[in-house]
């Protein structure tokens, strides 16, 4: 009998099977399948999980890649909105600043004339103060040296308010 244990310890393929045998038991109490069962179907999501992020990467870069081609179009779009906007801006302010000089213009002729008119007035008045003055001085002189024309001037005085009452 103990050429036969010698040879079973000796045999390699008795020895793989006995470590076979133990490897199948120590897996059945560690429940070895669940485990590795539980291993693919953590990878098996990631995996499919991977998967749908690459999907929405690849419509956000879609997305992305018309928006990019949009981007042209709407700067030129800008632009021109841009440039009508100035172009209007440009043109009230044009017609603005024509109408403030035209006012300004206006205003200024209006003093001109008012001052003018003012002036006119004053050299006016001045002329006829001084005519009447003149004429007062050139009345009395003439009074003075004819005494009869007194009575005279009376009379026609007296006569022009006589009309007027009329």
Do not use: H
Request: glycine content about 2%; hydrophobic content about 35%; charged content about 30%.
């Amino acid at each position: 009998m103990d050429s036969i244990i010698n040879i079973l310890l000796k045999s390699n393929t008795i020895n793989f099977l006995l470590m076979l045998a133990i490897l199948c038991w120590c897996a059945g109490k560690m429940n070895l399948k669940a485990t590795i069962n539980k291993g693919v179907e953590s990878v098996s999501d990631s995996i499919k999980t991977a998967e749908l992020e690459k999907e929405k990467s690849k419509n956000l870069v879609k997305a992305a890649q018309a928006t990019i081609e949009k981007l042209p179009n709407q700067i030129e779009d800008i632009k021109k909105f841009n440039e009508q906007k100035t172009q209007t801006f440009k043109k009230q302010l044009e017609d603005s600043t024509e109408k403030s000089i035209k006012n300004i213009e206006q205003n200024v002729e209006k003093v001109v004339s008012i001052e003018e008119k003012k002036i006119s007035n004053a050299i006016t008045s001045e002329t006829v103060a001084n005519s009447i003055e003149a004429s007062k001085n050139n009345i009395i002189e003439m009074l003075k040296n004819k005494p009869n024309l007194k009575y005279k001037f009376i009379d026609k005085s007296l006569e022009e308010l006589d009309r007027i009452q009329l």
